[in-house]
């Protein structure tokens, strides 16, 4: 009888082994897909961004995160100058700075 109770035990440890694998594949999976779909197109779009304000130069016509639109007047190491109207300048800093849409699409038909 005791003989029969190891037995049973012991082929019932192996579907719970089976289980266990496709668990994880499962998680790898789900990794896989997260990934694709989530973390490599905003890291792409986050480099597209950066390669954007790098190339800002006096003169374009940006937005900030603010939604304060204005012209660069001088571009710093970390920020910008940009007038917002005749004699009002704000600095404001590179990650917060956008190029205007309708700008933005003047420079891609060039």
């Known amino acids: 009888m005791l003989n029969l109770i190891l037995l049973q035990a012991e082929t019932a440890a192996d579907p719970a ?9 499962m998680m ?14 905003q890291t792409k779009r ?21 939604g304060i639109y204005g012209e660069i007047k001088e571009v710093q190491d970390n920020a910008f100058i940009i007038t917002i109207a005749k004699e009002v300048t704000i600095k404001v800093s590179k990650e ?4 205007d849409a309708a700008e933005a699409q003047v420079e891609e038909k060039k």
């Open 28 to 41: 790898v999976l789900i990794f896989v897909v997260f990934y694709f779909f989530m973390i490599r197109p």
């Open 96 to 99: 917060s700075v956008f190029l």
């Open 46 to 66: 986050q480099k597209e961004l950066q390669k954007q304000r790098e190339s800002m130069k006096k003169g374009d016509k940006v937005v900030t995160a603010g």
């Open 17 to 25: 082994q089976g289980n266990q694998w496709s668990f994880w594949i």
